[in-house]
């Protein structure tokens, strides 16, 4: 299984992290994808992918909730990164409506100007939408010549959203949100196309139950890859062996 998604440079992780990777490659988890927050994340992130260069994997990006005032300086350092050194991904990028609305117009630019960024430097994207999949969805689909690949990560939209998505080409991450018991999610599972979805955490945020509320962490990953089994009337080795391969085809194309 690959985490296509997590945050594991976070504080919530700093004193048990040998037992973290232990306890993820115990249950199959062999590849993390780390997307970056903004400047203050960086050191913190590349830290962790040196300490096992075999297990973590960055990507480069500036997080829709650090949009703000000096959101320029913020795009024109993850650039330099972006330039300087090997990403796997520009991430995490999009627009969240749900704390504020005052960057609005700025996370646009911003998403856009990044999407830019993946299709010149031939990256996937991994793709926020928070009360905003109509807004990401519409502006992936207007800058789709071919070039953009990626996640739409925390995916928990319709059916004609899902529709939408595949038709771009593009990727669903599942993640936590999927074991809430939230019948709609689970039927729209039920219709993604087999090679359209990859798994994610999100850790530490939106643990899958029994761990709601508590501290996500990549060895959680089985739990999302039943749920959506069952959701899919499908068994977990199929999940399993579907959503390596997709993470596979986007993330590492090239080895
Ligand atoms: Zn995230």
Same mark, same amino acid.
Request: hydrophobic share 35%.
């Given at each position: =299984?690959?985490?296509?998604?997590?945050?594991?440079?976070?504080?919530?992780?700093?004193?048990?992290?040998?037992?973290?990777?232990?306890?993820?490659?115990?249950?199959?988890?062999?590849?993390?994808?780390?997307?970056?927050?903004?400047?203050?994340?960086?050191?913190?992130?590349?830290?962790?992918?040196?300490?096992?260069?075999?297990?973590?994997?960055?990507?480069?990006?500036?997080?829709?909730?650090?949009?703000?005032?000096?959101?320029?300086?913020?795009? %024109?350092?993850?650039?330099?990164?972006?330039?300087?050194?090997?990403?796997?991904?520009?991430?995490?990028?999009?627009?969240?409506?749900?704390?504020?609305?005052?960057?609005?117009?700025?996370?646009?630019?911003?998403?856009?100007?990044?999407?830019?960024?993946?299709?010149?430097?031939?990256?996937?994207?991994?793709?926020?939408?928070?009360?905003?999949?109509?807004?990401? $969805?519409?502006?992936?689909?207007?800058?789709?010549?071919?070039?953009?690949?990626?996640?739409?990560?925390?995916?928990?939209?319709?059916?004609?959203?899902?529709?939408?998505?595949?038709?771009?080409?593009?990727? =669903?991450?599942?993640?936590?949100? $999927?074991?809430?018991?939230?019948?709609?999610?689970?039927?729209?599972?039920?219709?993604?196309?087999?090679?359209?979805?990859?798994?994610?955490?999100?850790?530490?945020?939106?643990?899958?139950?029994?761990?709601?509320?508590?501290?996500?962490?990549?060895?959680?990953?089985?739990? $999302? %890859?039943?749920?959506?089994?069952?959701?899919?009337?499908?068994?977990?080795?199929?999940?399993?062996?579907?959503?390596?391969?997709?993470?596979?085809?986007?993330?590492?194309?090239?080895?």
């Amino acid at each position: =299984m690959i985490d296509t998604h997590a945050h594991l440079y976070l504080k919530d992780f700093e004193d048990d992290q040998d037992q973290l990777i232990e306890k993820a490659l115990e249950v199959g988890v062999k590849k993390v994808l780390l997307p970056n927050i903004n400047r203050s994340t960086v050191e913190a992130l590349h830290n962790l992918c040196d300490y096992n260069t075999s297990f973590y994997f960055p990507m480069m990006g500036v997080h829709p909730c650090y949009i703000k005032e000096d959101y320029l300086e913020e795009l %024109a350092a993850a650039r330099k990164l972006l330039e300087n050194q090997k990403y796997y991904g520009v991430g995490e990028i999009g627009i969240d409506l749900y704390w504020d609305k005052t960057f609005e117009d700025e996370q646009k630019e911003a998403f856009r100007t990044q999407l830019e960024w993946a299709k010149e430097m031939q990256l996937p994207v991994s793709i926020h939408s928070r009360n905003a999949l109509k807004h990401t $969805i519409a502006i992936a689909e207007e800058l789709q010549d071919g070039n953009l690949t990626g996640v739409f990560h925390c995916f928990n939209g319709s059916k004609k959203q899902a529709k939408r998505i595949m038709n771009l080409g593009m990727k =669903m991450g599942i993640g936590g949100v $999927i074991t809430y018991g939230i019948s709609g999610m689970e039927v729209v599972m039920s219709f993604i196309e087999s090679g359209a979805y990859v798994l994610e955490t999100d850790a530490p945020y939106l643990g899958p139950q029994p761990h709601k509320g508590k501290r996500n962490e990549s060895s959680y990953l089985p739990l $999302i %890859a039943n749920k959506i089994a069952e959701c899919r009337n499908e068994t977990l080795e199929k999940v399993i062996e579907d959503s390596s391969k997709t993470a596979t085809l986007v993330f590492f194309k090239e080895q």
